[in-house]
């Protein structure tokens, strides 16, 4: 599982969208748009924060912008409410400091926030962007009173590499290593390797054989003249016998009998300037605060 950034688009001033999801279950991606997560009923794995929390009816949580996240519910009738805001709307009162804990152990009023905010948006009213922020100024204010709070500042700076990093290897991939990664982020290579694996679930060996099978996948497609070796060698698996090993594992094919009709695109790492959806197909949006 590669991460992706969602890019969030949303409409004109307004700075805030709700939905609720069923069945939810996604990709492992980041966005720098803050988010909530609620659990109306049944039960759903999030990794975030290097760490995978279960949340079950009643049960919330925090994703700050930037941190890697994905999700997958236990049960086919898990439904979620969903909060994506700009962060912006809190730089001016939380800029210096985030939750220590992404699940809260608070009580606090999503649900009513989340009703409130979507006839909002529904009503398409002038200042409506202004309204929908302020009721989510109100709810983050309760938020950061309540819960455990530390410093920002060191955090974001290694996250910020670790995003610049993502896209170097997603540009360099055939010939970038565990010791460039390393160096990039400034780390000793077995604190990066901790480092790297704690924050996206994977190694970092893991994360680079599917970039180069990713970009393996789409020279074949692309291409009727390059033969096995060159596209081994193009993306950096060394030899063919590697290249063959490492595809199998990943695709469950052999190069030579891939299908024709074979995708791996919801699995790869894009450039963070692209957008792209996270959510699986087997995850069904509800309703959300657009018509």
């Not at 039960?43 to 009643?58: A, I």
């Not at 979507?118 to 309540?146: T, W, Y």
């Not at 996206?200 to 180069?212: A, E, H, K």
Request: proline share 4%; with cysteine.
């Amino acid at each position: 599982m590669i991460a992706k950034r969602e890019v969030w688009k949303y409409p004109g001033s307004v700075k805030v969208w709700v939905g609720k999801y069923k069945h939810s279950h996604n990709l492992l991606h980041w966005h720098y748009d803050c988010e909530f997560l609620y659990v109306e009923e049944g039960s759903v794995d999030v990794f975030c924060e290097r760490q995978t929390h279960t949340l079950s009816g009643g049960d919330a949580l925090y994703i700050d912008r930037g941190q890697m996240h994905y999700m997958a519910a236990r049960e086919e009738n898990t439904t979620i409410i969903v909060i994506v805001f700009d962060y912006e709307i809190l730089r001016p009162f939380v800029g210096d400091i985030r939750l220590s804990c992404p699940r809260l152990k608070g009580s606090y009023p999503i649900p009513e926030v989340y009703r409130k905010v979507r006839d909002i948006l529904l009503g398409k009213q002038p200042f409506c962007g202004a309204e929908a922020a302020a009721h989510i100024i109100l709810l983050m204010s309760s938020v950061f009173r309540n819960e455990e709070v530390v410093p920002r500042k060191s955090e974001d700076e290694t996250t910020r590499r670790l995003m610049q990093l993502l896209e170097q290897i997603s540009e360099k991939f055939a010939f970038f290593t565990f010791s460039d990664a390393a160096s990039f982020m400034g780390m000793s290579e077995s604190y990066f390797s901790r480092y790297f694996h704690g924050t996206t679930g994977i190694t970092f060996s893991q994360y680079l054989n599917y970039v180069r099978t990713e970009r393996a996948v789409a020279l074949m497609k692309g291409s009727k003249t390059l033969s096995m070796t060159d596209i081994a060698d193009r993306c950096g698996f060394g030899t063919i016998r590697n290249f063959n090993r490492v595809f199998r594992a990943i695709t469950g094919h052999s190069p030579r009998a891939l299908p024709e009709n074979f995708c791996l695109d919801d699995d790869f790492v894009y450039p963070s300037a692209a957008s792209f959806d996270p959510t699986l197909h087997d995850c069904e949006l509800l309703e959300s605060g657009e018509l």
